[in-house]
């Protein structure tokens, strides 16, 4: 068995529980007689180029602990492209210079599709130069769109925000007799994996009266006449959009602007589809209207995380340590559900690297406005239990981190 | 002791806890020998003119104390505005009608500044014609502007759910080496109570750089100074603004925009401050930017009520029948601290409609972009405790009514 240190990093946008898949894979590594350091690389690749390393055993186990229930990366992400190092060599070379001066014999990298294919890099390269390293992928993404494995932690928790905030908009605005178009905007760019969520509210006797999804191309007329039968019936319209849907043509409906938005340089500025779609609904049907984007809570609103998706992301980061001291390498860990149980497998990470998971046509209705009962089977389990989180003075809190940074050699 | 019905009925914008004044008031009522039936009234005011009553004793009490922990008017809310009596006393003679048909001795209008008005004036009106009826007002804004009343029901669990997103929202965006000027919108049109809860967020770590309220004039040269002078060390930053922030001549800010967003009849958009000002950082300052509107959770995250909040509003609404059933008629009830501990009283509803309270000039920092510390001192005992609130199947279990119609007279 391999003995050395140990490196650990995020990667990728922030989720919920990517501290819960640190936690697990810190203490679990920290127990391990082979493994002689437990390194935390600050801002993922970043740091490990920087060499800007904390020692994790430094850290007080409670606040170890309290990770699972901190949002956000608490090593720091970073967004760092990795060309193949046949194109280009000489980032992976110094990585090995840093990865030999340090005795790092376990790399493990958290994050989504960019990260599982850094990471399937780093371990090829090694390979080719003979550097023996153990390299393991530990998923994350609220996005839900890597491959192979049944879902990926940080989803169910974006959910069960998801759920729990449009359950509670949909009483809000509820309360007035004639009310307004109300369209909600929810991240996912190419995949309707979490607008989907907004159907679970139905569960709750909150159900949005239509949901649109970036997997069914938009058209903006059936979409009025929809908004306009409903509205003429109940004097309230509760719409849900994923922010990148798109036209037939597959122009995104962001573009269906009246006012020109690009900024200074010709970009067209991100964000906003729920207001282009008020704006054409006030100016062709003439109702009230009301936008909301859900924004940045969707991935680190912790106090309402689902307690199932904390684990199972602790249980993620604990079983990267435990294969990777049996010598297993090059793989991803991932999530399989049977007959309701939930074991957690890998897959190797050429597989997964930079593939994306599409919705299955099952859980769309026939006319692309709606989530089918298909959807709420596959995912209610994934948001069951709530968070242990703790509060003090009012707040969480969350875990606080010492940091100590490793003297650089 | 005057025998009869008693009627309650909710108004203006819903809150996390307007429903536990509402089942305050609802067990106390039940229970009380003197009063006849317990009816809501649908839509508030409108309910009453429309004779749209249920009847409280039909539901289950089990029901009744979930509605301490479910989010938005119960009951329906309204905006119904009643000129004075001596103008157009036709509403007034209409409500009197319907008062002796059902006999309704005891009236509680649960709202704001607007509603302690209505209550004010057909309290009034009542007196002036003879008829027998205890008319109280029971508070409930998120805005915390009434008088006379330390602060107002519904106040602190909307600082609870700013404080802990803004925590939540400053490890998201920390995560990240460079990252951007985030600037996160909260609700106020005239008064900053709400945006300055962000200040709470310090005391986890999590201190916004810069926060504006509409108290303070804003000036944008200085905005934009402030805002550069923090990226260039810290290469983020994170400001925190009120809607109805505006200049030294009192123009709102919102009006600043570079494009034209007046929809194809001339009118201005509504919201989107933060993004007016995303838009000037972009243009002049050139860092990259994200714009974050809290919307419509502030008022209706039930999830993370403050339990403090949830107890003092059902305090109130029994109040309010306690001292009703003693003859105590035409006040509202109040929350007053003294050395730590909190007491109900009451207040004429003459004292206390249509005026506002604002914000102590001492809660805000000289330059008018921060809070000070004194305004922690008050503010924390508000957010103390969290919500009882029970998950079913993974999501909030809200109450259920069954909301029996009484039948029409």
Redesign the interface.
Known sequence: MLSGACLIG?SGG?TAVINSSLAGAVITALKNPNITNVYGAL?GI?GVLDETFIDFSLEDMNELELLKY????AL????FFLDDFEKNSKVYEDILNVFKKYNIRYFFYIGGNDSMDSCMKINKYFKSVGYDCIVNGIPKTIDNDLCFTDHTPGYGSAC?YI???I???Y???????KGRVTIVEIMGRDAGWLTASSK??S???CNPDLIYLPESSFCLDEFLDDVKNIYNEKKKVFVIVGEGIRDAKGDYILNYR????N??FGHLQL??VA?VLC?HV??TLGFPV????L???Q??????A?NTDIEEAYMCGKTAIEVAVKNITGQMITIERENGSTKFGTVPLEEVAAKVKEMPAEFINAKGNHITDKYLEYV?PL????TKLR?E????R?A?LKKILVSKK
Request: a neutral charge; proline letters at 6%.
């Open positions: 995020q922030p801002h970043q901190t949002p956000s990366s720091g992400s970073v967004r069960k759920a729990t905030t359950s509670e908009i009483l809000d605005i509820s309360a007035y007799k679970i509210a569960i709750n006797g009246n006012y020109n938005n900024d200074t964000g906003g207001s704006e006030q100016n009301r936008a909301i984007e924004n940045l809570p991935r680190c609103a912790a106090h309402l689902s209610l948001i069951q239990g709530e509060y003075n009012g707040l969480p969350f606080r």
